[in-house]
C-alpha cells in the first residue's frame, strides 16, 4: 500500500534544482562542473541592504512579525510600486512571504479550485505547472516558439481563454527565454482580458530589473483589468537576496486577505531580519543605484558574450535575450545523433550528455514546457562561461 499520497506521488521534483543537485555531487566527486543551470546572481548583497539586517539583529527584531509583513515594509514596497512600476497598491494589498515561490503557490491555491483551467504560455518557470497540479486544477498549455521571441500573442489567448479558466500565469523578463514584453502587447492582452472578467493573470515580474531594454512594463498599469492582477515580485534576483527569502504580491483586497489567510496556517511571516533588510532594498531607486546599475551592466556584458560564443556553435538556433540571465537556443539538430554510450534523442538526453562528458551542467528545455531548446544560465564569470561553451561546443561536435 502506498504511503504518501497522491499529490506528492503526482508531483515532480523541480528540474533546476535536480541539475543543481547533480552538479553539486559530481564536485564533491573531485569532478571540474562549471553549472549554469541554477538561476542565481553570482554577485553578494549590496552593503547597505547587509547592514540594514545587522541593525535588525541589533535592535532586537527577533519576534514574531505580522504575517503579511511588517507594516513599514509594506508601506515601501507600496512606494516602490508606484516609484517603479506607476502601480497603486496600499499596504493592506501587499503580502510578503519566504520567496516569490510562495507567493505564486499562495496565489494559485487562493484563487484556483480543482478542475479550474489554468492557462501557461510555453516556454515557463518549472513550478508553475507542478503548484497548478497541487490545485488540482487542469493546465492549458499555449505554445510559443523562437520565431515569435517565445511570446504568446492577445489572439491565442483568446482562443484558449474558456468559461473555466481562472488564471493565467506569465514571467516577463522571462524565465527560461529572457524575453520581454513591450506596452503595447500587454496592452493587447489587457484588451483580450477586460471581455473575460473571471479570469485572473499572476503576473511575475522577479526579473525586473535585470532588463536590458529600457523601463519594465507592467501589465497591472492598465486601470480597466487592475482587479485582475496579481503582481508577484521579491528581492532575489534584481538584488542579490536570494538566501534572504523575500517575495510579495501587490493584489486586489480580496485575494491578498486571502493570501494572508492561508500564509497565517502555512508559515505564518517570513523571517523578521530579512523584512527589515528588504526595506533597504525598496527604498533603492534602480535608476540611480549604483550596485542594481552596476549588476545590470555586467549581465548585459555577460549577455553579448555569450550570445557571441552560442552564435559560433554549429546548428545552434539562438535569439538575443532582452532581460533576466538566460538563453534558450533550440537545439533539436543534435537529436538523433551519438557518441560513445551516449545517443541523443530528447534535451534530457543532451543536458545529461553534456553534464557527464563536458562536465557542464544546463537544464532541459523539456522542464520549460519546450524540448527542443535547453536553458542556459549566465549567472557566472566570463571566465567560466568562455571555458562552458568551449567545452559544450567540443562535447557537441563530436556527436555523429
Same mark, same amino acid.
Do not use: F, W
Given at each position: 500500500m502506498e504511503i504518501l499520497a497522491d499529490r506528492i506521488l503526482q508531483m515532480s521534483e523541480s528540474e533546476t534544482?535536480?541539475?543543481?543537485?547533480?552538479a553539486r555531487e559530481l564536485k564533491a566527486q573531485g569532478k571540474d562542473v562549471i553549472s549554469l543551470s541554477i538561476g542565481e546572481p553570482d554577485f553578494n548583497t549590496p552593503e547597505i541592504i547587509k547592514e540594514a539586517g545587522k541593525k535588525a539583529i541589533d535592535?532586537?527584531?527577533?519576534h514574531y512579525p505580522?504575517?503579511?509583513?511588517?507594516a513599514d515594509l509594506r508601506e515601501a514596497i507600496s512606494k516602490k510600486f508606484k516609484r517603479d512600476n506607476n502601480l497603486d497598491y496600499k499596504p493592506e494589498q501587499i503580502v510578503v512571504s519566504t520567496g516569490a515561490k510562495q507567493s505564486i503557490f499562495q496565489t494559485v491555491m487562493a484563487l484556483v479550485n480543482p478542475g479550474d483551467e489554468v492557462i501557461i504560455p510555453a516556454p515557463y518557470w518549472v513550478s508553475y =505547472?507542478?503548484?497548478? =497540479?497541487v490545485a488540482e486544477a487542469k493546465t492549458v498549455f499555449i505554445e510559443t516558439n523562437l520565431e515569435n521571441n517565445f511570446k504568446v500573442t492577445a489572439k491565442q489567448l483568446e482562443e484558449h481563454i474558456t468559461p473555466k479558466t481562472k488564471l493565467i500565469m506569465f514571467s516577463s523578463p522571462s524565465n527560461p527565454t529572457g524575453m520581454l514584453y513591450t506596452k503595447e502587447e500587454l496592452k493587447s492582452i489587457a484588451d483580450v482580458l477586460v471581455k473575460h472578467p473571471h479570469v485572473f493573470v499572476m503576473a511575475d515580474e522577479i526579473y525586473e530589473h535585470i532588463n536590458f531594454e529600457g523601463k519594465h512594463e507592467s501589465i497591472a498599469q492598465f486601470d480597466y483589468i487592475k482587479e485582475q492582477i496579481i503582481t508577484v515580485n521579491g528581492v532575489a534576483k534584481g538584488f542579490a537576496m536570494t538566501g534572504w527569502r523575500i517575495g510579495f504580491i501587490g493584489a486586489p483586497l480580496k485575494i491578498a486577505q486571502a493570501c494572508n489567510k492561508l500564509q497565517g496556517q502555512v508559515t505564518s511571516a517570513t523571517c523578521s531580519i530579512a523584512q527589515r533588510a528588504t526595506i533597504s532594498a525598496m527604498e533603492l531607486d534602480p535608476t540611480k543605484s549604483k550596485d542594481i546599475i552596476n549588476m545590470r551592466n555586467k549581465f548585459l556584458e555577460r549577455r553579448d558574450l555569450m550570445y557571441k560564443l552560442l552564435k559560433e556553435i554549429p546548428d545552434i538556433e539562438v535569439i538575443l535575450p532582452q532581460g533576466a540571465f538566460y538563453f534558450f537556443p533550440k537545439v533539436n539538430a543534435y537529436y538523433g545523433k551519438s557518441y560513445g554510450k551516449y545517443t541523443i534523442n530528447n534535451s534530457n538526453d543532451l543536458a545529461m550528455y553534456l553534464l557527464y562528458e563536458a562536465n557542464v551542467a544546463l537544464v532541459p528545455g523539456v522542464a520549460f514546457g519546450d524540448d527542443n531548446c535547453i536553458r542556459f544560465s549566465y549567472a557566472t564569470s566570463n571566465e567560466l562561461l568562455i571555458e562552458a561553451v568551449r567545452r559544450i561546443k567540443e562535447a557537441l561536435l563530436q556527436l555523429k
Open positions: 534544482l535536480a541539475m543543481t543537485r547533480i535592535d532586537n527584531y527577533t505580522p504575517v503579511p509583513g511588517y =505547472k507542478e503548484i497548478v =497540479k
